[in-house]
């Protein structure tokens, strides 16, 4: 599967964004879908993910009661409804995805599937 994070942008402190994530190929046969985040010098973190089976959802610790992930259709199989930005939720958004079962589905090393970012600035 080909993924392709989109849907960032510069918004006010305590604005709302929705991310989208498209997709190509296989999605049927998932595992689960993730949203990371990165900013420069940092290692990639973790924001949401979602077990495709169950649909049980997962959120890191700083965007609990915030952000939201949900699934889609196969053109865009996940999206990141974001509210109450805050300037420290600035970064690349990452969408992902993997076919094994095997690992955390909040480990960034367990996805095989990664697309390009969409950047996501929340101004003060």
């Known amino acids: 599967v080909q993924l392709q994070a989109s849907g960032g942008g510069l918004v006010q402190a305590g604005g709302s964004l929705r991310l989208a994530c498209g997709a190509s190929?296989?999605?049927?046969?998932?595992?689960?879908m993730g949203w990371f985040r990165q900013t420069p010098g940092k290692e990639r973190e973790f924001v949401a993910g979602i077990h495709w089976t169950t649909s049980t959802t997962f959120y890191g610790d700083s965007v609990k009661g915030r952000f939201l992930i949900s699934r889609g259709d196969a053109s865009n199989p996940v999206y990141l409804s974001m509210n109450s930005l805050k300037p420290e939720d600035t970064a690349v958004y990452f969408c992902a995805a993997r076919y094994s079962g095997r690992g955390s589905l909040l480990s960034a090393q367990t996805y095989t599937h990664w697309g390009q970012g969409t950047l996501v600035t929340v101004s003060s």
């Open positions: 190929g296989n999605v049927f046969n998932l595992y689960g």
